[in-house]
């Protein structure tokens, strides 16, 4: 038993942390999110890097590597709240490879892997369903009632959406046709969560971080605020929300590659804690930085908003717990006959 | 990251599992409380017999030497299949461990056996009237006199001391020293004139705990442990033991309980109720943190062999965890709930675990501190 990442995980989550600090500046962040643009020679250098294909097979283009490593990646992208496709494009290959057949892996998830033909995804069986990233993606994967179908960007209506993240490039789609994928959607669906729910609780990491820090230096009544126990108590709480979130995505990660019985149950709690993590850290946040938290001018807001868009997105905690308690034994029980 | 246990491990808890099996002894005897504590002295003299009293401690002195893994598997296998608890567990998860850590090797020759066997009982003499967690302005002292001690004061929320031989005390020994520093850790003989005791009356009707009243009690200078003077970093030592070896079996009593909950939800006809099913979920997601939490730790410390005050966040945990199982369960069952049965008494004994063995309000001020580094108020 051994709860903890071996040395080349490390290693990722080491790289990726310094990488990320050094080209996603905060100065960086906010002038990529005022002008709602991502940046292409980063984007190009984190394919360099090989993240987008990490728990892609090296069959088709990919390092091989598993959810863990993927975790790790998208821990540290929502501690920088880096703007970049990466999520949506992660998002994509999970549902290709796990719900797609032989013909549509071999076809996709090359430029998925590779960043040169990027897919995006959206989660719930909709209409016109919210997807991130559609636009300059090439393929989307859309659940559908009974099942996921694959469109290609290029024929599909994709109408640009200025959410309150600014962080991430959002949009309205509209599709026709496409190909439907035979496998299970939630085998995909439940690791997108896994994901989604790493960025989160680097988000919380992140937010958590200025809190205390701020707590520390600034002074009212001649004593640091973080002295006073209705203050310190609430970063305390920020630790006990991040944590939880941490343990249960990390655990989630390890379930998807090693326990596939127990994903649907790990990846549900693990996404619907971090939801509620990341968005109760930052608003908490927001609540020790007092006025200056609510200042255009201050990163904090960049961390709140993702926090909540990113926790709407992919499925609400509600809708997890929906499921969690279902998965716990509270199925409806059909009616007995006679 | 791998959370599959190894075959060694599999098999320990294979070990633990079939002995508890063969060896269980049944429910607990209801009603009397000395039977009851007579029951969980017999049950431990057996795990005693089997080498499974005081699995973590060296084997020098009686224990299993277990590693930090098997204790935690022993502490999920325990609890899980409903085994009573042993007598004298204060004495095994603190007493015991203290004694190892800082006592000489008389104390060890004398105070260890028994405490295994539960022939002698161990309580805990801490907490004051005045000193709850202010627990290092406690007011209780002692008196060097003729090669011994003369101890006065009261303590309060002891545990099992009408049972006790032991008393694991602090004691004021330097009244002119900073409130830290004039702490000595004694172990008091429970069977003298000198200690009088009286029972304190909880509101679920039962007197788990007693008040201490000490005039003038003795205490032998051998029974001084790690040095006059240095009490509060001995009994800090206890603390850290306590909280450390509350994770993994607490983690298994709410699964427990909470897996209990589930049915009784389904055979009430109440799954349907989305405001319980919401409820459900929540404490099902903090189960699970707590387990996970507690797996992350126990890795740290064997990565670093340092525990780290993680323990700290599990206790608080756990304490809301229970309270909000036992508040769903009084909701799902309704006013007939509050009847005296199992869960009216969960229901009232929960709202004690926010309090002993540290409030949560102290839980956040240590994580506050000593996690996120934040300035102290004092």
């Given amino acids: 038993m051994d709860f903890g990442f071996n040395d080349e995980q490390q290693e990722i989550q080491r790289t990726a942390r310094d990488f990320l600090s050094a080209r996603f500046t905060p100065e960086k962040v906010r002038e990529l ?5 991502y940046d292409d020679s980063l984007w190009r250098e984190i394919c360099e890097l090989g993240w987008p294909g990490i728990a892609i097979d090296e069959e088709h ?6 959810m863990i490593e993927l975790v790790i990646l998208c821990e540290q992208l929502g501690y920088a709240c880096a703007p970049t496709p990466f999520l949506s494009n992660a998002a994509a290959g999970l549902m290709i490879d796990a719900v797609g057949g032989d013909e549509q892996r071999e076809r996709r998830l090359a430029g998925i892997a590779s960043g040169e033909a990027r897919g995006a995804a959206a989660f719930t069986p909709e209409e016109s369903p919210i997807v991130p990233d559609a636009e300059g993606a090439a393929v989307l994967a859309l659940p559908e009632a ?18 309150i993240d600014a962080t991430r490039a959002y949009a309205r789609v509209s599709a026709n046709g496409g190909d439907s994928m035979p496998g299970d959607p939630p085998a995909g669906v439940d690791r997108v969560a896994v994901a989604v729910a790493a960025e989160l609780t680097g988000v919380a990491q992140r937010a958590m971080e200025m809190a205390v820090e701020y707590a520390k230096e600034r002074e009212q009544f001649g004593r640091p605020i973080g002295a006073y126990q209705a203050v310190s108590h609430r970063c305390a709480k920020m630790l006990l929300d991040t944590e939880e979130a941490r343990s249960l995505t990390y655990y989630a990660g390890w379930v998807a590659d090693a326990e596939r019985d127990s994903l649907p149950m790990a990846s549900a709690m693990a996404k619907a804690r971090a939801s509620d993590a990341a968005w109760e850290v930052t608003a908490s946040a927001l609540q020790v930085l007092g006025g200056i938290g609510f200042t255009w001018e201050h990163d904090l807001q960049f961390l709140l908003k993702r926090a909540r868009a990113t926790g709407q997105l992919w499925g609400t905690s509600g809708q997890y717990r929906e499921r969690i308690a279902d998965l716990v034994g509270l199925a409806a029980e059909e009616p007995v006959a006679g | 990251m791998d959370l599959t246990p190894t075959s060694e491990e599999q098999a320990f808890r294979d070990e633990v599992r079939s002995w508890l099996e063969a060896n269980h002894p049944g429910p607990e005897p209801e009603g009397d409380d000395s039977a009851k504590f007579e029951f969980q002295r017999h049950w431990q003299s057996e795990l005693h017999e089997a080498g499974w009293a005081g699995i973590s401690w060296p084997k020098d002195y009686g224990g299993r030497g277990a590693t930090l893994v098997e204790q935690a598997i022993f502490s999920e296998e325990m609890p899980r299949s409903r085994a009573p608890r042993p007598a004298n567990v204060l004495g095994l998860v603190m007493g015991g461990p ?7 090797e008389d104390q060890k020759e004398r105070f260890l056996e028994p405490i295994l066997s539960a022939e002698e009982i161990w309580c805990q003499g801490f907490s004051e009237p005045e000193s709850g967690s202010d627990l290092a302005s406690l007011k209780t002292k002692a008196v060097a006199e003729n090669g011994g001690w003369r101890v006065t004061g009261q303590k309060v929320w002891t545990t099992f001391a009408h049972e006790a031989k032991w008393c694991m005390l602090l004691a004021r020994t330097d009244p002119d020293a900073p409130k830290h520093k004039g702490l000595t850790y004694f172990i008091l003989d429970m069977e003298q004139d000198e200690v009088d005791l009286r029972p304190l009356r909880q509101i679920t009707g039962e007197a788990e705990f007693n008040e201490i009243f000490m005039e003038g009690a003795s205490v032998p200078d051998e029974n001084v442990v790690g040095g006059v003077g240095n009490g509060w970093m001995v009994g800090i030592t206890t603390l850290m033991h306590e909280r450390a070896g509350l994770g993994a079996a607490s983690a298994v009593a709410l699964r427990r309980d909470l897996d209990d909950l589930v049915a009784l939800i389904q055979e009430r006809g109440l799954a349907d109720d989305p405001v319980i099913r919401d409820r459900v979920a929540r404490l099902q997601v903090a189960a699970e943190a707590l387990r996970l939490g507690g797996l992350r730790t126990l890795t740290q410390t064997m990565r670093t062999g340092i525990p780290g005050p993680e323990g700290s966040l599990a206790k608080w945990q756990w304490a809301d965890a229970n309270q909000e199982l036992t508040e769903l369960a009084t909701d799902v069952l309704g006013p007939g709930g509050l009847e005296r049965s199992e869960w009216s008494y969960k229901f009232l004994r929960s709202r004690a675990n ?24 004092r």
């Fill in chain 1, 61 to 66: 283009g990919g390092q091989g590597l598993g």
């Fill in chain 2, 354 to 377: 926010s309090i002993e063995g540290g409030t949560t309000e102290v839980m956040k001020n240590i994580i506050a501190e000593r996690v996120l580094g934040l300035p102290r108020l």
């Fill in chain 1, 33 to 37: 999110a005022e002008s709602h643009t």
């Fill in chain 1, 146 to 163: 009974d099942g996921v179908r694959l469109v290609e960007a290029a024929g599909a209506e994709i109408e640009p959406l200025e959410l």
């Fill in chain 2, 98 to 104: 203290v004694v190892i850590a800082h006592g000489d």
